[in-house]
Each structure stands twice: as structure tokens, then as C-alpha cells.
């Protein structure tokens, strides 16, 4: 079993950014796929980032190319989701997740472990 546990979240000016991270305990999961999805009020959860165990491949939702950054560190057992230029249609809760299987997955249900999620609000 892995926990995950979000931080970082909060509110910011459009323009602004934000850093999230997500703190894995349990097991190692350095050979596990990671993502980063969001869900806004009255909308599906999406994914926004991902990245592979092995940290060579990512995925970025359109949406937010050129603008979010995802990353691993497997000796803190990190993962964090670098936001810059952000928009007021970028509020959403975001939550950390994970796979044991090391290749990305774009739907939520491939995704075996999950945080409690962070909210980010984006004022205009």
C-alpha cells in the first residue's frame, strides 16, 4: 500500500504560481507511474501531468503545455507539479496519483493509489 498526501495548494493571482507536492509513504514507488490530476466543480477529474517510473516519458493535458512541470524525486519519495502562468481556469482541487504499473495512464480509474487532494484557486 502507498499513501499519498498533497500539499502546497492555495490561492494565487492569475499570472501567479504555485508549486504542488505529493509525499508518498508506505512503499517505494519509484518504479510507479505518477500523475497529477484536477477536478473542478460541476466537471470530470482529468489528468494534467504524467510522468513514468522511469521518469523518461511525460504527458501534459493541452490545457496546460508550456505552463506545468511534472517531477519525481524517488529518494525523498516526492513528486511535485510545477504551475506557472496560472488562469483562473485552472481552479480545480488537484490530486496526487499512482500506479504500479510504470507507464502513464490518461484515465483515473488506471490508477491504484490516490491523495485526499489540494485546492487551487486562481483569482482574475
Known amino acids: 500500500q502507498v499513501q499519498l498526501v498533497e500539499s502546497g495548494g492555495g490561492l494565487v493571482q492569475a499570472g501567479g504560481s504555485l508549486r504542488l507536492s505529493c509525499a508518498a509513504s508506505?512503499?517505494?514507488?519509484?518504479?510507479?507511474?505518477v500523475g497529477w490530476f484536477r477536478q473542478a466543480p460541476g466537471k470530470e477529474r482529468e489528468l494534467v501531468a504524467s510522468?513514468?517510473?522511469?521518469?523518461?516519458?511525460?504527458y501534459y493535458a493541452d490545457s496546460v503545455k508550456g505552463r506545468f512541470t511534472i517531477s519525481r524525486d524517488d529518494v525523498k519519495n516526492t513528486v511535485a507539479l510545477q504551475m506557472n502562468s496560472l488562469k483562473p481556469e485552472d481552479t480545480a482541487i488537484y490530486y496526487c496519483?499512482?500506479?504500479?504499473?510504470?507507464?502513464?495512464?490518461?484515465?483515473?480509474?488506471?490508477?491504484?493509489?490516490w491523495g485526499q487532494g489540494t485546492q487551487v484557486t486562481v483569482s482574475s
Open positions: 510522468l513514468t517510473g522511469s521518469g523518461a516519458d511525460t
Open positions: 508506505g512503499r517505494t514507488f519509484s518504479s510507479y507511474a
Open positions: 496519483a499512482a500506479r504500479e504499473r510504470g507507464y502513464i495512464a490518461t484515465l483515473s480509474r488506471r490508477y491504484d493509489y
